[in-house]
């Protein structure tokens, strides 16, 4: 099972990033700048450091990263990757577009393993 899934609009808005932008990845954001906000970034442009960074999986195409430390509180969650208007206060790729990445979450359950 996958860990992070992805809605149909979410996937729209990647395929236009790529266009600009080539591959791309994502971080979960641990709360600075802009709350708990998935960001989108050119693939290498934030740096991913192996002894504190987790690989949650990819979502259309893209490896979608968290912190170990928040890793440990969500470890227990699926996550569904969205998109919403609006303009978040962070860096992500997504910004100059009038929108924002946002997150879903619920408890993973016995059946989703």
């Not at 949650?56 to 928040?70: N, R």
């Not at 969650?77 to 790729?93: N, Q």
Request: charged content about 25%; overall charge negative; glycine content about 8%.
């Amino acid at each position: 099972m996958a860990r992070v899934d992805i809605t149909d609009r979410a996937r729209d808005v990647i395929d236009t990033l790529r266009e600009k932008h080539g591959p791309l990845m994502f971080h979960q954001s641990g709360g600075c700048c802009d709350g708990s906000s998935p960001m989108c970034f050119p693939e290498g442009e934030l740096y991913i450091d192996d002894d504190n960074d987790v690989l949650l999986g990819e979502v259309h195409g893209c490896p979608f990263y968290m912190s170990s430390f928040q890793y440990e509180y969500w470890k227990h969650t699926h996550l569904t990757l969205d998109v919403t208007e609006g303009r978040g206060a962070s860096f992500s790729a997504e910004i100059p577009l009038g929108l924002r990445f946002v997150i879903d979450s619920r408890l993973l359950v016995e059946e989703d393993n």
